[in-house]
């Protein structure tokens, strides 16, 4: 197993620089690059709000400042080096370090992929053991409808129909939207402040959550009936063993082989995101700033979080694997 994970990260750094060389490519290859987006504030920002010269001069030092002066490959070349200093470069739309940028959005996305995580796997995993259990049943048939009706509806609508029915849109004035805590939260007592981030938390959680319930849920009933048709477990229910005994000790540890290919996914949960939730719900996190940096050209910012989303992957992988041998130890990676 030794042996396998040192292979393993061996073959992550040419997978890394494949990711973000292509991601460097890409971007660099984009019109309206950062120099563009500054000439036109200077153009339109000077005279009073008219059109302004701008001298050779100032182009030069404009492109000198944002190293593009350079050939693509030696740019890249120069970010790699930085990276290996932990040297993120500066954000052009923000004036300052690009790694303070992405970490400031942290709060956002780490609160909401956390609870996510957590909540969809202690829902998803007993809802598909129960599924697989009751199979073709009523339970079943109704429960298999309402999450496909779920998985049918975009973000989008979703996020829509929740504020309409229950932030004040048309109906209930429950929830609040935007941020994550009130006002007054820094005026609260520890169990206010609790109760006042779960309140915040509600609505786009549940909007961050319905798609993931769907996949999750039928994987599990999926594997899980895989298992209950194998031979050794016919074999320790015909020895009188409780179905309940054979399903939970016996069928559910070979059934979580599947979802623990998922499982390395934990670590992505740093830069969980979505845009299209944080825009509906007015979330300032991960999404909406690869959003705007993207727009902006602010290479690195983008090359920022792609280098830590790529890192993140390429560990998590990693750890699926492990999780699997612990799960199962007739599997033997060598």
């Known amino acids: 197993m030794a042996l396998y994970i040192i292979r393993r990260l061996l073959l992550a750094i040419p997978t890394f620089i494949g990711i973000t060389l292509i991601t460097f490519l890409i971007i660099n290859a984009a019109p309206g690059g950062p120099i563009e987006q500054k000439l036109q504030q200077l153009q339109f920002g000077a005279k009073g709000g008219g ?26 070349i120069i970010w790699v080096k930085n990276i290996a200093k932990l040297d993120f470069g500066e954000s052009y739309s923000y004036q300052e370090p690009a790694i303070d940028v992405i970490t400031s959005k942290f709060p956002v996305s780490l609160s909401f992929g956390i609870a996510s995580l957590f909540l969809t796997y202690l829902i998803c995993i007993p809802l598909g053991v129960k599924k697989a259990i009751k199979a073709g049943g009523v339970f079943d048939q109704i429960s298999g409808v309402v999450l496909y009706f779920l998985y049918a509806i975009p973000p989008l609508v979703s996020g829509i129909l929740l504020i309409v029915w229950f932030a004040g849109g048309s109906h209930f004035d429950w929830f609040p939207i935007g941020n994550l805590y009130s006002d007054n939260y820094d005026s609260l007592t520890t169990m206010g402040k609790l109760w006042d981030r779960t309140y915040h938390f509600i609505l786009p959680l549940t909007c961050y959550m319905l798609g993931n319930f769907t996949e999750l849920t039928m994987l599990v009933r999926n594997s899980m009936l895989d ?46 995101g979505s845009l299209v939730i944080e825009r509906i719900f007015n979330l300032d996190g991960i999404g909406l700033l690869s959003y705007n940096s993207i727009l902006a050209r602010d290479y690195n910012v983008i090359m920022g979080i792609t280098f830590i989303s790529a890192l993140l992957l390429l560990i998590g992988n990693i750890i699926s694997d492990i999780v699997y041998v612990l799960i199962d130890p007739r599997i033997d990676f060598k």
Do not use: C, W
């Open 51 to 76: 059109k302004g010269e701008i001298s050779q001069e100032i182009l030069d030092a404009m492109v000198k400042q944002y190293g593009f002066d350079k050939p693509v490959h030696e740019r890249y």
């Open 227 to 272: 298992v209950i048709s194998s031979d050794y477990v016919r074999t320790a229910r015909s020895k009188g063993l409780t179905d309940k005994f054979v399903y939970y000790k016996h069928a559910l540890r070979n059934a979580l082989i599947p979802v623990a290919t998922g499982l390395g996914g934990f670590l992505r949960v740093f830069l969980a």
